[in-house]
């Protein structure tokens, strides 16, 4: 008898280790492996959209869409932002050049001359001029600056006192007035042409919602610590959805 009760029990544990595990939600959209460009297309981002949603739609992958839109890490889009869905005008590189095989037969080859200076690096590009005569968002200190190609350095970091003036840096109409944006506190998007934005992050009070059309140095918040470990603003001025250094359009002061 217990010889049969212990083969009984080896069996059911041989079961239980044999069990598959069926997840739920396999109608989800599946990650997309090769993306399917579409060149002339763009789309514009709605209020819940996300860069992987867009992207999935679209067949194409979520880390093709952020590269082809210049957008980094942790690829935070904007309502109202325009996405391009095919690469940038890439140009072809130049093939190496290969040594001249010309020299006649007995003549020894002379090693290659090496520069004593490296090659002269491209100059960056000019800024993108803008239509609009920028303004400050609020009084303060400059405690954090914009560093291209940092996706955590892409902005201004003006420090100041818990309440004070956040206002609009030009004209433009509001198409964001939330905290859903994780890093940024309430944060208010003012888009002010089809090319141009900017944006206003961890304020302690909204004063405007979405919709609402502003003018330059209006108020439309007041300085917090929302998503901060200090009262401040984090202000950023984005370029067809790439984010510029706002110190290239701010006045000076």
């Known amino acids: ?33 090769r993306s399917t460009p579409k060149p002339g297309q763009s789309v514009t981002v709605q209020r819940g959209d996300t860069l992987y ?34 690469p940038g005008g890439a140009t072809a590189s130049t093939p190496p050049r290969r040594p001249s095989t010309g020299a006649s037969a007995g003549t020894a080859q002379r090693p290659p001359v090496q520069p004593t200076q490296a090659p002269p690096q491209p100059a960056a590009p000019p800024p993108a001029r803008s239509p609009f005569r920028w303004q400050w968002p609020t009084d303060g200190q400059v405690i954090g600056r914009y560093v291209a190609n940092d996706p955590t ?15 609009a840096a030009a004209d433009g109409v509001v198409v964001y007035s939330g905290s859903g944006l994780v890093g940024y506190g309430e944060l208010i998007i003012v888009k002010h042409d089809e090319q141009w934005l900017s944006a206003y992050g961890h304020n302690r009070t909204r004063r405007v919602n979405e ?11 007041e300085m917090g610590r929302t998503g901060a470990a200090r009262d401040m603003l984090h202000f950023e001025i984005r370029y067809n959805g790439k984010p510029v250094d706002p110190l290239s359009y701010l006045p000076a002061r």
Not at 12 to 30: D, M, N, P, T
Not at 153 to 167: P, S
Not at 211 to 220: D, H, L, N
């Open 1 to 33: 008898m217990r010889i049969v009760v212990l083969l009984v029990s080896v069996l059911l544990l041989a079961a239980c280790g044999s069990s598959r595990v069926i997840r739920e939600g396999g109608s989800a959209s599946a990650p997309v492996a």
């Open 53 to 86: 949603r867009i992207a999935t739609g679209n067949g194409i992958s979520a880390l093709d869409l952020a590269m082809w839109n210049g957008i980094g890490a942790p690829y935070t889009i904007y309502p109202g932002q325009r996405l391009r869905l095919y």
């Open 153 to 167: 350095k892409q902005g201004l970091d003006i420090a100041g006192t818990g309440g004070q003036a956040v206002r």
């Open 211 to 221: 919709g609402e059309r502003v003018s330059a140095g209006q108020q439309i918040g």
